[in-house]
């Protein structure tokens, strides 16, 4: 993983699961009605599975010496702020939907160096996953779609 463009491929990589809009929404204040706990346990489990994917990105990038960038959440997200979690997970549908087509511009762009591109292609599977499980989330919640 000698490439620069691997490191930096990498990095945005790490920002995308680091950085995610699930992620924001932990520290973020969503009003949260009663029942809604099968909401909150589908975003804290994609936060968990995130947590551990950024862990991994960051060990390959701490491995090979090169410089952890792992962003700032977008500057979007600070309006998201004290919303509904219904709405709110409409929202993370697109975002998530966003990060999917990110990470597989990034698995492309990691051609040469198979490692990276083995832990990219497992974060778009996860992205992919995550994706479904927010879509799912809103049927079952019966969450009308923005």
Known sequence: MNQPNTVVLLNRLLAIVGRSFPQYLQYSRPHIGPGRNEVVETIQAIVDDQNVLADRITSMLFDAEAPIRSGEFPMEFTD?????IDFLVNVAV????????????????????????????EALGMAKGHLESLRELTAAEGITPA
């Open 80 to 84: 998201m702020h004290d919303l509904e």
């Open 94 to 121: 697109a975002y998530q939907q966003q990060d999917v087509e990110q990470i597989g511009e990034i698995v492309e762009a990691l051609q040469g160096a198979p490692a990276a591109k083995s832990l990219a292609e």
